[in-house]
């Protein structure tokens, strides 16, 4: 028999390209008769390219992974515009398609091995078309909860299949029942691309769409966590297989205490936390876009202050004209914060710049974490056990927010209608210093529900992806279809 060869197109994000490395990683390491070449392309900056050399560098890359640079896009992809996913994904295919046709030949040639298929990122399953053409099985890898999965799915069959007019999600009081969730779904916590924004809502559909034709669907979650979304989406009409083989996180950090050397001051984050007693630290992280404006950080500097609890409060700013979409690090904080707020809270508090994020979630001090609730967050707290207080932003952030709150009571609500424009860089509103804090009162109670339930579900995700686990079989599931 010969050896199967999977190639998978991830999305040039870290947020995408990182567990798209750890699920090849995973499946390479399980079956050995399986080889995983990954196509890198070029979205934003050179942080894959430099994350690929990383790994050789430190010797990283498991036995079976290969990664083929692509070359760059000759016209860069204007990223003020709604399109600019598409328009990527229509400038790189012809290359992918060549390098593909190329990979086949060789493997043809060799007479080793067969590829079996093409693995492509959910947000850019346009890449698929390339599988099709070439007459390879196409899947799916989704960097999403299978809540969203099962939201997408849902609207896209209402639309397509019941005609339903959704013109009544510009009202934020509608609630929808949706499948896999217990309650209804109130439209404020749709993913705020939806509200208003025709383009971005075909887009989400045509996802949708496409997930129905493919011959699988592998998610980043677990059954424990989305049992109910799960059943859902596995007894829904015309719905591949669908896979969860969560959570796919970095487990093996660059270093003993997860810092990234090529960050400064991750050592001396480690350190202050070091000297703090344990679970007395509130961590408020917001993402790789994630940011505010200047009112809205003083709001939080009050918050904070009045809560009387210790923090670690990462803060930076949003991106300048010409500069990636992606937030930066200040120079300083004068006239950001408020006046004499770091002097009267240097005692019990920092504000820093970038954060070796699981690193400090994973550290004793830590007690909470404010969250915007992007999945990978998400799933590394639920790896480490900090409970969150969710303030979601954009995107899938909202929905993962609701589930946590109101679905599995894994965290306490700060607002779960704040959305941040990252184009216009505006909200919608303040959250003001009094809701944060009541927030962080809350999540940082060590007697509370949410720490309770976070501490048992940190034991079920460990247990998900170990021998035997729910995640390591459905994985054993993927392989052996795969393989077929």
Not at 101 to 123: A, H, K, Y
Not at 423 to 448: C, H, P, Y
Request: charged share 25%; aromatic share 10%.
């Amino acid at each position: 028999m010969k050896a199967t060869e999977l190639l998978f197109i991830p999305m040039p994000l870290m947020g995408h390209f990182v567990p798209a490395v750890e699920l090849a990683r995973r499946i390479a390491r399980r079956d050995e008769r399986i080889s995983i070449t990954i196509l890198v392309m070029k979205f934003q900056s050179d942080e894959t390219a430099a994350y690929v050399r990383s790994l050789k560098t430190a010797a990283h890359t498991d036995k079976g992974i290969e990664f083929v640079l692509l070359p760059e896009l000759e016209n860069p992809i204007d990223m003020s515009s709604n399109a600019y996913i598409d328009r990527f994904i229509e400038a790189y295919k012809p290359i992918v398609k060549q390098t593909v046709q190329e990979l086949l030949v060789t493997r043809r040639g060799s007479g080793s091995q067969l590829v079996r298929g093409i693995v492509s990122d959910m947000i850019i399953m346009g890449m698929l078309d390339v599988a099709k053409e070439l007459d390879l099985p196409r899947y799916v890898f989704s960097t999403y909860s299978l809540g969203l999965l099962c939201l997408m799915l849902h609207f896209q069959s209402l639309r397509d299949d019941h005609r339903v007019d959704f013109t009544e999600f510009k009202d934020p009081d509608t609630e929808f029942d949706v499948p896999g969730f217990r309650n209804r779904v109130p439209s404020k916590v749709l993913p705020p691309m939806t509200r208003g924004n025709d383009f971005a809502f075909t887009f989400l559909l045509n996802q949708a769409r496409r997930c129905r034709d493919v011959n699988g669907i592998l998610v980043n979650s677990f059954t424990e966590l989305e049992s109910d979304a799960h059943q859902a989406i596995s007894m829904a009409d015309n719905t591949p297989p669908v896979y969860p083989v969560g959570p796919i996180i970095n487990h093996n950090p660059q270093n003993a205490r997860g810092v990234d050397a090529s960050h400064g001051g991750g050592d001396s984050i480690m350190r202050w936390l070091d000297h703090q007693p344990p679970l007395s630290v509130v961590f408020l992280c917001f993402g790789s876009m994630g940011c505010f404006g200047v009112e809205q950080v003083k709001e939080v500097a009050d918050g904070l202050e009045q809560s009387g609890h210790r923090f670690l409060w990462s803060l930076r700013r949003p991106a300048a004209d010409g500069e990636k979409l992606r937030t930066h690090d200040y120079d300083n904080f004068d006239g950001l914060l408020p006046d004499g707020f770091l002097d009267r809270t240097a005692s019990i508090g920092r504000v820093i710049g970038w954060a070796p994020q699981a690193a400090i979630l994973n550290h004793p001090s830590t007690g909470a974490f404010v969250s915007h609730c992007g999945w990978n967050s998400t799933l590394e707290s639920l790896w480490f056990g900090a409970p969150i207080a969710a303030w979601p932003m954009f995107a899938d952030q909202h929905v993962n927010a609701f589930r946590l709150v109101k679905e599995s009571g894994l965290a306490v609500e700060i607002r779960l209608d704040y959305v941040w424009d990252r184009f216009s860089q505006s909200a919608n509103f303040l959250v003001k210093a009094d809701e944060l804090e009541r927030g962080i009162r809350k999540v940082m109670d060590t007697d509370s529900e949410v720490r309770k339930k976070m501490k048992e579900m940190k034991e079920e995700t460990r247990r998900a992806i170990a021998e035997g686990g729910s995640s390591y079989t459905w994985l054993g599931h993927f392989i052996e279809d795969a393989t077929k």
